[in-house]
């Protein structure tokens, strides 16, 4: 499963084929999705969102980029599919997360 991990990691900005992924990691489609999950806990495409998401948080919380720039960095195809993705899993907006890490920081200096 390292190779296919290596591949989501190489390729987060762009679109990700479950055939892609598993031909990375020498594995017919049906076999990698059983030891994927197995693997992960996760389907290949929660994990590649999950994925996302912390590169978005990251990028967040970097400050410098528009919240428009960060989704498309992380492999968002559009920015409400980004800002629904990222609420669901996080519990509030990028702009509110990208607020709360702002506020956090001032808090630790």
Same mark, same amino acid.
């Given at each position: 499963?390292?190779?296919? &991990? !290596?591949?989501?990691?190489?390729? /987060?900005?762009?679109?990700?084929? /479950?055939?892609?992924?598993? =031909?990375a990691? $020498?594995?017919? &489609?049906?076999? +990698?999705? !059983?030891?994927?999950? *197995?693997?992960?806990g996760? $389907?290949?495409t929660?994990?590649?969102?999950r994925?996302?998401? !912390?590169?978005? *948080?990251?990028?967040?919380?970097?400050?410098?980029?528009?919240? $428009?720039?960060?989704?498309?960095?992380?492999? +968002?195809?559009?920015?409400? &599919? +980004?800002?629904?993705? +990222?609420?669901?899993?996080?519990?509030?907006?990028? $702009?509110?997360? =990208?607020?709360? *890490?702002? /506020?956090?920081? *001032? /808090? !630790?200096?």
């Amino acid at each position: 499963m390292i190779a296919a &991990r !290596r591949f989501v990691e190489e390729h /987060l900005d762009e679109p990700i084929a /479950l055939e892609a992924v598993a =031909r990375a990691a $020498t594995l017919s &489609r049906f076999h +990698f999705c !059983r030891v994927f999950k *197995q693997w992960s806990g996760l $389907t290949l495409t929660a994990y590649v969102t999950r994925r996302r998401l !912390r590169k978005a *948080q990251a990028l967040l919380a970097e400050g410098g980029k528009r919240i $428009t720039e960060i989704a498309l960095a992380a492999g +968002f195809g559009s920015i409400p &599919r +980004f800002n629904c993705a +990222f609420k669901h899993h996080t519990g509030m907006s990028p $702009t509110e997360f =990208r607020k709360s *890490q702002v /506020l956090g920081a *001032q /808090l !630790r200096r």
